[in-house]
T-cell receptor, first 112, second 115 residues
Framework: KQEVTQIPAALSVPEGENLVLNCSFT??????LQWFRQDPGKGLTSLLL?????REQTSGRLNASLDKSSGRSTLYIAASQPGDSATYLC???????????FGTGTRLKVLA | EAQVTQNPRYLITVTGKKLTVTCSQN?????MSWYRQDPGLGLRQIYY???????DKGDVPEGYKVSRKEKRNFPLILESPSPNQTSLYFC??????????????FGAGSRLTVL
């Protein structure tokens, strides 16, 4: 059964730092992996989607990588800003399924 | 504006009183799904639908029902709610093509309390 883990559960960094959020999954037979942002009391906003055949995706200051063989994905945030403060979640869709398994998220706080 | 709309956003009810949480999307998405979010457990998939009249169970379907009679709507039905169904519920939708680029679009969430 697929399990998705995000470590650390919480992270505080000063403004301007580059940072990496981690997502690990146990079954490498995935269709895609998505990163989301969730603000308190709000829904989830999609940040990046990486298909199983891709190694990375970039959007602005965000870069997500995927290494299926090791069961890992990272979300790199460059030059962090206080507005980046939120919970970041990754979700894996299994190959041949429409089931999504979510990690429990990393709560990020960027200090001004 | 492309969006997923859930109603109600907040609901307090009592054990055993049937309720329906509606979900509607205006993006002509084939795929729709329901999740619940609980502290420490993250988001867990309840049910999903590939298209009209096609639904399947997620990881935590017990106590819930769904229907997909129209492409845009995917209501979540709690026939006899119990306190352990107190949670934050999210509906999401996406295209269902084979390209792999099936970005999930989420609704704003429905906070349900069952007393």
């Amino acid at each position: 059964k697929q399990e998705v883990t995000q470590i650390p559960a919480a992270l505080s960094v000063p403004e301007g730092e580059n940072l990496v959020l981690n997502c690990s999954f146990t079954d490498s037979a995935i269709y895609n992996l998505q990163w989301f942002r969730q603000d308190p009391g709000k829904g989830l906003t999609s940040l990046l989607l990486i298909q199983s055949s891709q190694r990375e995706q970039t959007s602005g200051r965000l870069n997500a990588s995927l290494d299926k063989s090791s069961g890992r994905s990272t979300l790199y945030i460059a030059a962090s800003q206080p507005g980046d403060s939120a919970t970041y979640l990754c979700a894996v869709r299994g190959s041949g399924t429409y089931k999504y398994i979510f990690g429990t998220g990393t709560r990020l706080k960027v200090l001004a | 504006e492309a969006q997923v709309t859930q109603n109600p956003r907040y609901l307090i009810t009592v054990t055993g009183k049937k309720l329906t949480v509606t979900c509607s999307q205006n993006m002509n998405h084939e795929y729709m799904s329901w999740y619940r979010q609980d502290p420490g457990l993250g988001l867990r998939q309840i049910y999903y639908s590939m298209n009209v009249e096609v639904t399947d169970k997620g990881d935590v379907p017990e106590g819930y029902k769904v229907s997909r009679k129209e492409k845009r709507n995917f209501p979540l039905i709690l026939e006899s709610p119990s306190p352990n169904q107190t949670s934050l519920y999210f509906c999401a939708s996406s295209l269902a093509g084979a390209s792999g680029a099936n970005v999930l679009t989420f609704g704003a969430g429905s906070r349900l309390t069952v007393l």
